[in-house]
Each structure stands twice: as structure tokens, then as C-alpha cells.
């Protein structure tokens, strides 16, 4: 979609639209109210300050509108609206060895045992192997810290995903 577009667009269209690259309905919601916007550097500096003023609460949300790593089911159903690019963000899982998947299924309920949240990473580039690596390196953070790294996470891959819807 091209910016001129996106800056015409209803307030509902916009707002599904922000929401699709980042599941936080405070963000979206304040990136809606940022219309128009000049340029796509203008539009990310905003998104940048946006989340910057988001809570933990809002951080929660966003997390519950991703998959488990590797969790291609739930691709298919509840992320519907997002699983092309979740899909594509984690293909890397899709060439993965069964030990390594059965490793990150439990590593990922381990995880959300611990801090009540899914493990959240910025999955682009990265082979299953590297989120296993990652997971367990972050499992021993307390719960403070690590939603912190997840919120960072959250950020990159809100980034990524507005590429996507602007390119």
C-alpha cells in the first residue's frame, strides 16, 4: 500500500491496519490519531514514540496476537489475519529437525509457565535452532527483564511488518 492511500483511509481501516503490525490496541489506537503522515521515516519516528508510551499491559496484548514459535495450527486459526507474515517471520522453523521442534515446544510451555506470557522474538532471519538458543538464554531473567526484552522484540517485529504493509 502506498502512503497516499493509507492517509485516506477510514479511521476502522487504519486502525486494523496498525493493529495487524502490532496487536496493542492503545498503539494502533494513537498511530490513528497521528494522521496523515508526511513520509514513512515521519510515520516509523511516531510508531518509535507511540510505543515508547505503552505500558506493560499494553506489551501483554500485543504478545497474545503471536503464535508460539513453530505453532502452525494456531497460524491457521486465530492468526488468520497475520499468518502470512507470522508464517514467512518464522519460516525458518518450517526446515526445522523434529528434536528441535519438540525442544521449542516445551522450552516455549516452560517459558509461559514462568512469566505467563509466550516467548517472543523477533523470528526474521533466524534459524529454530538460534530461538531455541535464545529461549533457553532468556529462561533465568526475572520477569521484569524479560518483558522488557519482549516489548524490544515486539518492536522489531512491528517494524518489519509495517515494511511489509508499505512496501
Given at each position: 500500500m502506498k502512503l497516499s492511500e493509507f492517509n485516506q483511509l477510514q479511521e476502522k481501516e487504519a486502525f486494523d491496519s496498525f493493529f495487524s503490525c502490532c496487536?496493542?490496541?492503545?498503539?494502533?489506537?494513537?498511530?490513528?490519531?497521528e494522521k496523515p503522515f508526511s513520509s514513512i521515516?515521519?510515520?516509523k519516528m511516531k510508531a518509535n514514540k507511540d510505543w515508547s508510551e505503552t505500558k506493560n499491559e499494553d506489551w501483554l496484548e500485543a504478545f497474545t496476537h503471536h503464535p508460539k514459535i513453530g505453532d502452525v495450527s494456531a497460524l491457521e486459526k486465530k492468526f488468520a489475519a497475520t499468518a502470512a507474515w507470522a508464517s514467512s517471520e518464522q519460516s525458518a522453523v518450517n526446515i526445522a529437525n523434529r528434536e528441535v521442534l519438540e525442544k521449542l515446544a516445551t522450552g516455549n510451555e516452560v517459558y509461559f509457565q514462568k512469566f505467563g506470557f509466550i516467548f517472543i522474538v523477533c523470528a526474521t532471519g533466524k534459524t529454530a535452532s538460534e530461538m531455541l538458543e535464545l529461549l533457553n538464554f532468556r529462561l533465568p531473567?526475572?520477569?521484569?527483564?524479560?518483558?522488557?526484552?519482549?516489548?524490544?522484540?515486539?518492536?522489531?517485529?512491528?517494524h518489519i511488518r509495517l515494511d511489509k504493509l508499505f512496501s
Open positions: 496487536g496493542s490496541t492503545v498503539w494502533a489506537s494513537k498511530m490513528v490519531a521515516e515521519e510515520l531473567n526475572s520477569k521484569e527483564k524479560e518483558i522488557q526484552i519482549a516489548a524490544d522484540e515486539q518492536h522489531k517485529i512491528t
